[in-house]
């Protein structure tokens, strides 16, 4: 097969979209759809200090990279759970987003769990009535705080994570077999709550497939972590994909079709409350909740006293 | 396993209940069930009459069969669709039908498509673009047209189909996969449109599992026709249940959650604009789109001139 654009041998064929591309093109067609992305739903711009969630996976690496080549400001921020799962889980990611970085001279601060907390996720976990089964809730709830502090801290406009198509289209679905209102309400590209401590969250990848980043990945030679988390296998999200996966499968564009025509529902309207900064509320939440302040960390919580990071970690030190 | 109320053999096991029954008390617990949902949703009363779309299959014999138990004025509608498909589907399936009524002494309104219309369903499709690939979408808008003009010519308050749970469950997956705002605001176990040319609307069995009708069937000794329709193959609502059998097997209970939670969601005002009788609109369905008065039939439409029917059958005649 070959590229649209040129002579070349095509690397991909998208299905949904009817386009083969080589390799060079391939890449410029993924820059300039992400930019076109940021725009369309007001991320973020040239003027912004952006954060970049980084995990050493294919996702939040080929973000990095592509922002980088867009010329955005931005600078990564590493996460260091202290998950080994006997592939040095922890410990190659991180060497691998310190190795992105220098390639490319980009600045990126790692936060060590362990050496922060004194314990690692799953000995976090092994503490808490939340991590009883899984150490994966409380591994979001660790990650979303400490991702919001040192946004806070370092004075970032936004941050962004690498969350793709399929990693939308596996949360859009499990919202809708259980209609959870509240997150069906929160589900979107760029989340705007608005509370003095909270940053702005973007998601610039949310409409390329899965095998489309991991095929920019490798075209452009980003040397990325192959592992999932020892502790993801499975997962009520993985389960959600594989049966998203047999849909797609038999239904090309099944999966983007399920998430643009969500975001269209909600654009016009159907939903009602869609409550986020335009209405310019203070301290409600993008799924109209009211936000009230950490006294400890100064975060927004739902909760009238500490957060629950903050209530999770007073609970293990006692 | 034993009866959960006696100590007879069971003769099903409902997982997402958590309830094994034997055969009697399982027939007492459907109809109960049965009764407490037209209470719940509003259907109608003892002194509503009440037309059952009977198509010879298990759920709207079964539907029939349980309304006669409990009493209600029913009469039933067989539409003879004129397909033959190597099974003789429809003269079997109406005979089926006659003989159920004759058991029970009920009243049959019989009406046969190719006698009236000089065409059966295959052949009507055959002659239009609708129709042109597969006769479902043509007996669809054949077989409502003719169900509300019997019910509102023999002035029934109420018209009932046998819509069970895998039913309701693979249209509501349909609608969400693409976000059909319209379709999904429209769905709901009572239909309440409010124009003179349209009767109301129930799926009293619309929270029974497709294989709880079949073991009621089964249990009360009701024949049915067992050949599903011969155009239903291959179809996207049987491509949809396969999906869903699918996590319903992984996860018992997905679908009923699935279906109550959209109308606890309804309920609970998450759809914008959400338009029925009670807010006493004229000539407004119950999707909110405006309705028109079709100049041949006098029945609703959401065109200013003829309804969708009228236009094809008008079509075919020249």
Chains 1, 2 share one sequence.
Not at 134 to 153: D, F, W, Y
């Amino acid at each position: 097969m070959k590229c649209r654009q040129c002579e070349a041998k095509a690397v991909i064929n998208m299905r949904q979209h009817k386009l083969a591309l080589c390799a060079n093109h391939y890449i410029q067609w993924i820059v300039t759809q992400t930019q076109r992305f940021i725009e369309k739903y007001h991320m973020f711009t040239h003027q912004d200090r952006i954060l970049v969630a980084v995990s050493g996976g294919k996702d939040s690496l080929s973000l990095w990279d592509i922002l980088w080549q867009l010329g955005y400001l931005t600078e990564g921020l590493y996460i260091g759970l202290g998950i080994d799962g006997g592939v040095n889980y922890s410990s190659r990611s991180h060497q691998l987003c310190v190795q992105f970085a220098a390639q490319r001279n980009l600045n990126l601060i790692s936060v060590n769990v362990p050496q922060t907390y004194g314990m690692s996720i799953p000995e976090i976990a092994a503490h808490t009535q939340r991590g009883k089964n899984k150490p994966c809730s409380v591994c979001g709830l660790t990650k979303r705080h400490i991702m919001n502090q040192v946004a806070l801290e370092g004075n970032f406009d936004v941050l962004v994570t690498g969350h793709n198509l399929d990693d939308e289209v596996a949360t859009l679905f499990g919202n809708t077999l259980n209609w959870n209102v509240g997150y069906l309400q929160r589900q979107r590209p760029l989340l705007l709550d608005n509370h003095p401590g909270l940053v702005r969250k973007a998601k610039p990848l949310c409409r390329f497939y899965e095998r489309e980043m991991a095929a920019y990945a490798l075209v452009r030679g980003i040397e990325y972590i192959y592992d999932e988390c020892p502790y993801a296998e499975g997962s009520t999200s993985i389960y959600y994909k594989g049966l998203l996966n047999q849909l797609e499968l038999d239904r090309p564009g099944a999966k983007l079709s399920f998430y643009l025509s969500f975001l269209q529902a909600k654009e016009t309207g159907f939903f009602s409350k869609p409550i986020n900064l335009e209405y310019g509320e203070e301290n409600v939440g993008a799924g109209g909740e009211t936000l009230y302040t950490c006294p400890k960390c100064g975060q927004p919580t739902t909760a009238k006293g500490l957060c629950s990071f903050c209530r999770m970690m007073e609970k293990i030190s006692r």
